[in-house]
T-cell receptor, first 111, second 112 residues
């Protein structure tokens, strides 16, 4: 069964203090790894899809990287508006496979 | 450029009543997924549907829960005889052929 573990569960940063969130996964064969952002009371917002080890994607202050066992979401010089829960999810190869989500990292950026 | 739409956004039901949650996928998407999220927990997959077909319902409780995605109209998640444990946020997502899922704003169900 596919598994996704995210760490830390919660992270508190000062504004401008860069850090990384971790997503470790176990899947028989990876079709795609997804990152989402979720604000309180809202639905998850799609950020990135990564397909193969070594791939990187960037969006503003966020950069996602992928290895064969884990993915990192690097946050450079975060701002208070980056505060949210960040969710990681994986989908296995082979026709239709359901997406398995981790429980998320709750990020708080303090001014 | 409408995204995934869900209604109602909030739903209050008494124990034993029925709850109907609606989801209109993003334009051009023909795949719909339903998830449940409890406070401080992750998203739990419930069911995956295409038009007029249930593809995977492995995450849906066998009793009281049903889902449909008719040829015309929104997808419906139906919960019969609700109990307090059904209180949660229910999210719908849709995708096109690339299978990247885009989520709606959710329906918060409260069972009194």
């Amino acid at each position: 069964e596919d598994q996704v573990t995210q760490s830390p569960e919660a992270l508190r940063l000062q504004e401008g203090e860069s850090s990384s969130l971790n997503c470790s996964y176990t899947v028989s064969g990876l079709r795609g790894l997804f990152w989402y952002r979720q604000d309180p009371g809202k639905g998850p917002e799609f950020l990135f899809t990564l397909y193969s080890a070594g791939e990187e994607k960037e969006k503003e202050r966020l950069k996602a990287t992928l290895t064969k066992k884990e993915s990192f979401l690097h946050i450079t010089a975060p701002k208070p508006e980056d505060s949210a829960t960040y969710l990681c999810a994986v989908q296995a190869t082979g026709g239709y496979q359901k997406v398995t989500f981790g429980t998320g990292t709750k990020l708080q950026v303090i001014p | 450029n409408a995204g995934v739409m869900q209604n109602p956004r909030h739903l209050v039901r008494r124990r034993g009543q029925e709850a109907r949650l609606r989801c209109s996928p993003m334009k051009g998407h023909s795949h719909v997924y339903w998830y449940r999220q409890l406070p401080e927990e992750g998203l739990k997959f419930m069911v995956y549907l295409q038009k007029e077909n249930i593809i995977d319902e492995s995450g849906m409780p066998k009793e009281r829960f049903s889902a449909e995605f008719p040829k015309e109209g929104p997808s419906i998640l139906r919960i019969q005889q609700v109990v307090r444990g059904d209180s949660a946020a229910y999210f719908c997502a849709s995708s096109g052929v690339d299978q990247t899922q885009y989520f709606g704003p959710g329906t918060r169900l409260l069972v009194l």
